[in-house]
């Protein structure tokens, strides 16, 4: 699909995919179609001898046909790609004697404002019949995140929240 080969041929030149990792960082790539879009983000990550993963910088470009307000989509898709990013590196939720540990947002561990990282969000430009931008950045940054982790550990990822342990 030409749509699709110009979202991933975007996806590649503004990530720079040619160039290889440096600085111990690592990249990894989903892509999606998606409520009538296509789709694809790029995260880079480092992972620190304690194992944490900092998520530096998140690449999005999406063809979702014509937009008719630019500033409110790539809201939306930055408040999503955060969302999603929350669930793939701290979402979980326990139980503990038959009883969920987590009560409520003060011990419901999410992404503060301080490790959210760069996020470039790049809307392709047509006339095509608009598609969905709901929830589009929230499904593929789970999958970016572990991929740029396999390449950094060798490791697959297989269920979210990533961990320590799957890392080793």
Request: aromatic share 8%; net charge positive; proline share 5%.
């Amino acid at each position: 699909n030409p749509r699709a080969i110009k979202v991933l041929d975007k996806i590649a030149e503004l990530s720079q995919w040619e160039k290889s990792e440096k600085n111990g960082r690592f990249r990894g790539v989903g892509f999606i179609f998606y409520h009538g879009a296509f789709q694809a983000q790029v995260a880079e990550i480092s992972i620190s001898n304690r194992g944490q993963i900092k998520v530096h910088n998140v690449i999005f470009v999406a063809d979702c046909g014509q937009v008719f307000n630019p500033h409110i989509a790539r809201q939306q898709l930055e408040g999503g790609i955060i969302f999603g990013l929350t669930a793939a590196l701290k979402g979980e939720i326990n139980v503990q004697n038959g009883q969920i540990v987590q009560s409520n947002f003060d011990d419901y561990p999410m992404l503060k404002l301080k490790d959210t990282p760069e996020i470039k969000v790049h809307l392709i430009d047509n006339h095509e019949s608009p598609g969905g931008l709901g929830e589009a950045g929230t499904p593929l940054i789970g999958p970016a995140v572990a991929n740029a982790v396999f390449a950094a550990t060798g490791k697959r990822v297989r269920r979210l929240p990533i961990r320590r342990k799957d890392l080793a």
